[in-house]
């Protein structure tokens, strides 16, 4: 089959980025990336692409190559649906917050509304992919929806997860470890998987896309984030020790990197995960295995997710203790707020735990992070629901300057690694602080040697 048409329900941090990529590898292919939100897709929009709703290093620009030209914003769903050949899902799978599996299984509303729109505007056959992130068997619950339509289109579903990170979507995309495609064995389910395997050929080369069975394919992509926030949450256990004993964290983690066995990536320590996905997989992973009764692979994973609370609880804990006990009405620092460096998301970021923990100490927080807002910043502690509004409001200020937000304060914590940080004038910057001047380096960035000379207390994860 020629796939000239692809629709993508869903502009968020996977939809947009992806199709993006798509549209600018894939010129003789129409690809129209919609949404219910009207903001969202107004922002895609913009004649300006610095104003494009996502940071991402490198995709205003190939957003501006495409846009208009093969690659179209839109909030006309049913339109999109209709003309298209392929249709994505790549909607938002976040845990549930009611019902059976609240705070644990993923909701699959959205993904359920997007199956019952195509069922109902669908006129020709289509081939539906999986791009969100969903429980192993989803499928069959998207195949059951879609055949009972009774008007005889036949639909072939994918399941295509998608790995980018974020603040590296667009080389992640351009470049992939593999491109994963999961579909029907049936000789249907295999000219569907070709189709899809055409569209990427146009940039991945053939080694590196993997086809699978539809339940290989959901699964893989759950048991990914898994193992690499297992990784973090390992060295994350390390850490604590290290700083009991003498050892530094980070003479371990490239001293058991180097075995090739281990490898050196996703052993940084810091102030736990976070991002939209480990925790809400992992949780979603736990929720399944007990739903068959494997207790022990349910609990084998869940002590991931434990053990990153702890971290998150563990650096609060530290600076309260270090300024004397007492953080009460002193200002303190919070360099960074987003979940990692090169993206505006927070989503589960560490900075909105350990913010809440000092609130609870009634500190006065100042945030300065390059890309996150005082509204998003306040959204996120409102969103915990721990107090009024007003009382989040009230612990929070907003510096236009880092050196401002630095100012008078009786410690600084880093939260997230922006590269900016780290070319900072810290000596400037101590001379504006309350002495003696603390730095909770919760990402090791900085220079403890250095900063100590200059007069900081310095205290790193892990050392
Ligand atoms: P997101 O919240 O940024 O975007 C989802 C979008 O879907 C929203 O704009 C929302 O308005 C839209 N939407 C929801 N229901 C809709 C409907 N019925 N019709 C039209 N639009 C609808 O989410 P995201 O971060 O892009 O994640 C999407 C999926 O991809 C999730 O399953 C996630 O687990 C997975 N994923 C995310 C990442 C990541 O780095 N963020 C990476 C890999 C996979
Ligand atoms: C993750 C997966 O990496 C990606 O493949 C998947 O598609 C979506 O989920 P993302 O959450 O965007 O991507 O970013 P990632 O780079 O994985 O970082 C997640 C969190 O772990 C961040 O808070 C980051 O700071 C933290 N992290 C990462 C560490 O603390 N140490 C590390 O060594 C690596």
Redesign the pocket.
Known sequence: MKITKICCIGAGYVGGPTMAVIAQKCPHIQVTVVDLNEERIAAWNDANTDNIPIYEPGLDKIVGEARGRNLFFSTEVDKAIDEAQIIFISVNTPTKTYGKGKGMAADLKYIELCARQIARVAKDNKIVVEKS?LPVRTAEAIKSILDHTGNGVQFQILSN????????AVQ?LLNPDRILIGGDPSEEGQKAIQALVDVYSNWVAPAKILTTNVWSSELS?LT??AF??Q??SS??AMSELCEKTGADVNEVAKAIGMDSRIGS??????????????QK?ILNLVYIAKSYGLNEVADYWEQVIIMNDHQKRRFSNTIIQTLYNTVSDKKITFLGWA??KD?N?TRE??AIYVADDLINEHAKIAVYDPKVSRKKVLADLDYLATRAASTNAASIMSFDTPYEACENAHAIAIL??WDEFVQYDWQKIYDSMQKPAFVFDG?NILDGPVLEAIGFVYQGIGS
């Not at 997860?161 to 590296?168: I, K, N, Q, S, V």
């Open positions: 992130t997860p998608e790995f980018l990170a974020e603040g590296t992640d992509k990914a984030n690499l926030a990784r973090i060295i994350n990536k996703f052993l940084k320590a810091s102030v736990g995960f976070g991002g939209s996905c480990f997989d979940f990692k993206t998301d970021s560490a997230t690694e990402r």
